[in-house]
């Protein structure tokens, strides 16, 4: 069972709205920091944002401050990234992640702090 999935992908157009989903399993989310991950074809991992597991903390990568918002709803179980003015380049595959300890979201988000990466949704912006 994959502990966290991604949804919420779509094909939007420049300027357009989208929420992702990160629903978890197996663990006790309300214990973890999950942090939301991007990746352009031909680019690397991108961290995108990171909320702490009470949810009175988060932060976010210079590229999306003031378009993304992060949020979580422990007893759904589920993380949420609301993505606005969406440009052609957000275009990527978002992953979640969960922390790989009990502690806060990193000061700047690399992947090698996460564990339990979900599949990716797809995210598409173009006219």
């Known amino acids: 069972q994959v502990p966290l999935v991604e949804s919420g992908g779509d094909l939007v157009q420049p300027g357009g709205s989208l929420r992702l989903s990160c629903t978890t399993s197996?663990?006790?989310?309300?214990?973890?920091?999950i942090g939301w991950f991007r990746q352009a074809p031909g680019k690397a991992r991108e961290g995108v944002s990171c909320?702490?597991?009470?949810?009175?903390?988060?932060n976010y990568g210079d590229s999306v401050k003031d378009r993304f918002a992060i949020s979580r709803d422990n007893a759904q179980n589920t993380v949420y990234l609301q993505i606005n003015s969406l440009k052609p380049e957000d275009t990527a595959v978002y992953y979640c992640?969960?922390?790989?300890?009990?502690?806060?979201?990193?000061?700047?988000?690399?992947?090698?702090?996460?564990?339990?990466w979900g599949q990716g949704t797809q995210v598409t912006v173009s006219s």
């Open positions: 197996g663990f006790a989310l309300e214990y973890y920091a």
């Open positions: 909320i702490s597991s009470s949810g009175d903390s988060t």
């Open positions: 992640a969960r922390r790989r300890a009990t502690v806060g979201c990193p000061g700047n988000l690399r992947s090698s702090d996460f564990a339990s």
